[in-house]
């Protein structure tokens, strides 16, 4: 059974860099095929997809979040993270980290982490 599992500040100022990890369970990040996501939901809206890592490390990511986003992983710690600089309040969300088989739906997802960004 794959696990999933955020950590990470649960507030932060506004300007300042957040930084997410999502330790995975039960599987490696290096298998082939499957790509781990980071997703957020702010209170009272869908769901918006902040972009990938692929089992060969490449990553992609939204193109509204591009300029300030950084995703990387420690493969001897079988975890990813998740860096998004320069906060606004407009970035208080719940953040998920998923896995996905290459670009099919969402197979195993952490329990989710509140961040809130405010002074």
């Known amino acids: 059974q794959v696990q999933l599992q955020e950590s990470g500040p649960g507030l932060v100022k506004p300007s300042q860099t957040l930084s997410l990890t999502c330790t995975v369970s039960?599987?490696?990040?290096?298998?082939?095929?499957?790509?781990w996501s980071w997703i957020r939901q702010p209170l009272g809206k869908g769901l918006e997809w902040i972009g990938y890592?692929?089992?060969?490390?490449?990553?992609i990511v939204s193109p509204s979040l591009l300029s300030r986003t950084s995703i990387s992983r420690d493969t001897s710690k079988n975890q990813f993270t998740l860096q998004l600089r320069s906060v606004t309040p407009e970035d208080t969300a719940k953040y998920y980290c998923?896995?996905?088989?290459?670009?099919?739906?969402?197979?195993?997802w952490g329990q989710g982490t509140q961040v809130t960004v405010s002074s």
């Open positions: 039960g599987g490696s990040i290096t298998t082939n095929y499957y790509y």
């Open positions: 998923a896995r996905s088989q290459g670009g099919n739906e969402y197979d195993y």
């Open positions: 890592m692929e089992d060969s490390g490449v990553t």
